[in-house]
């Protein structure tokens, strides 16, 4: 499949995507079917690598490998996976994280997280999806898992022409499932839960969260299962009110919070977080640490100004129930929202309360999460930790 004259420089440098707008998009091109495998070449003829293909989306090709001749396998997305494991293994000392992160993995459209010896994944691409069949080859190759889960509803798949589903293709699932993380064991939902189950992202955030803790009176609003607040408490925190709509998310937080001996000092609740925030603020409620890390905002760049006004919202009225000296950490998972955007939101979010402080941390995902160098939009999570004054 051959690029547009001209148009071969980006892919050549080393992006890892080619847009419709720069294939020569022909007649033959256009009859592939979703997902087929490429030889990507420049409108001369040399070979640009081997990709998946799908003729309907914007970002048309996204390569596999920069050698042409290389033959996609089983073998290939073992080495893939192989490479992604033994960078896990020297940053995590016990087998939960996030394996594969897509295309800084060189694995485009998958998305793995690893719970022990079950394996949850995501094949967010129509070319990810043909190369399901080999890719458990691979997990058998590598990990010898006993479950897989495949996850295939995120909004992504749409954009590709593909079907939500939920499988379990290997093994099953009886019920929620434990994993480790900062000392804690926590529960995720495999089937049921956001995502993949579990956010893994934030583990370093809520490392930093759980050595301001003690002695702390802790507010973690919109908790899903109870990462923040269960590890807050373990890190001494006094008293923790963990806030969240999901009832089945506040029940496996609940099972953590017992899990871990700190059911006394956590007092999870359902119920409206800016409702609950107007409450508290009200009565005159105040909290040494305040969690602020709410499911996106922006969920496609139509939303952004909505968005940014609901992050600066949600941190005027976090800040405002801050105890002076306290602690506010706001997070974001849009990535239609620049770092810049966020701390521009926050930091008017926080004027608008009447506060001052300072920024003690800033922070993404944590590096099982890793970013391709030609992707910077791929670094999705922002967080920043402040002190209040």
Same mark, same amino acid.
């Given at each position: ?112 997280d690893r719970f022990g010896d079950t394996l949850v994944c995501q094949l967010n691409t129509a070319g990810m999806m043909g190369l399901e069949g080999a890719l458990i080859q691979a997990f058998d190759i590598v990990l010898h898992p006993q479950a897989i889960v495949f996850r295939n509803d995120s909004p992504a798949r749409g954009m590709e022409g593909l079907e939500p589903e939920t499988r379990v293709v290997r093994g099953a699932l009886d019920g929620p499932i434990e994993l ?52 807050? $408490?373990?890190?001494?925190? !006094?008293? #923790?009110?963990?806030?969240? =709509?999901?009832?089945?998310? @506040?029940?496996? &937080?609940?099972? %953590? ?85 966020? $701390?521009?939101?926050?930091? !008017?979010? #926080?004027?608008?309360?009447? =506060?001052?402080?300072?920024? @003690?941390?800033? &922070?993404?995902? %944590? ?23």
């Amino acid at each position: 499949m051959a690029l547009q004259p001209g148009r071969h420089k980006r892919a050549e440098g080393g992006h890892p995507w080619v847009y419709s707008n720069e294939i020569q998009m022909n007649e033959a091109a256009k009859a592939l079917p979703a997902g087929s495998l490429v030889t990507l070449r420049a409108a001369g003829g040399q070979p640009l690598g081997v990709a998946t293909f799908n003729p309907h989306t914007l970002v048309s090709a996204r390569f596999l490998d920069r050698h042409w001749d290389c033959k996609i396998d089983a073998d290939f997305l073992a080495s893939r996976l192989e490479a992604a494991l033994a960078i896990r293994g020297r940053l995590y000392p016990e087998p939960y994280y996030r394996l594969i992160h897509a295309e800084a993995d060189g694995l485009p459209g998958l998305v793995v997280d690893r719970f022990g010896d079950t394996l949850v994944c995501q094949l967010n691409t129509a070319g990810m999806m043909g190369l399901e069949g080999a890719l458990i080859q691979a997990f058998d190759i590598v990990l010898h898992p006993q479950a897989i889960v495949f996850r295939n509803d995120s909004p992504a798949r749409g954009m590709e022409g593909l079907e939500p589903e939920t499988r379990v293709v290997r093994g099953a699932l009886d019920g929620p499932i434990e994993l480790l993380e900062n000392g804690a064991v926590l529960f995720a939902d495999l089937a049921g839960g956001q995502k993949t189950g579990w956010f893994y992202d934030q583990r370093d955030n809520r490392r930093f969260i759980k050595d301001l803790a003690q002695g702390a009176r802790v507010l973690d609003l919109y908790c899903f299962a109870g990462g923040f607040a269960v590890e807050a $408490a373990l890190g001494g925190a !006094r008293e #923790v009110l963990a806030i969240d =709509r999901s009832e089945a998310a @506040l029940a496996l &937080a609940s099972k %953590a919070a017992e899990r871990n001996g700190v059911a006394d000092r956590c007092r999870f609740l359902r119920a409206d977080v800016f409702d609950e925030l107007q409450r508290l603020a009200s009565q005159g409620e105040r909290f040494d640490i305040v969690i602020a890390d709410p499911p996106a905002f922006i969920k496609s760049r139509k939303d952004l100004g909505p968005g940014l006004r609901g992050y600066r919202k949600l941190a005027r009225m976090s800040a405002a129930v801050v105890a002076k000296g306290g602690y506010l950490l706001a997070a974001s998972c849009s990535h239609n929202a620049s770092p810049e955007d966020f $701390a521009e939101a926050v930091r !008017r979010g #926080v004027q608008d309360a009447g =506060r001052t402080g300072r920024i @003690l941390r800033q &922070a993404g995902a %944590a590096p099982d999460h890793p970013v391709h160098p030609f992707l910077p939009e791929s670094a999705y999570l922002k967080a920043e930790v402040l002190a209040l004054d």
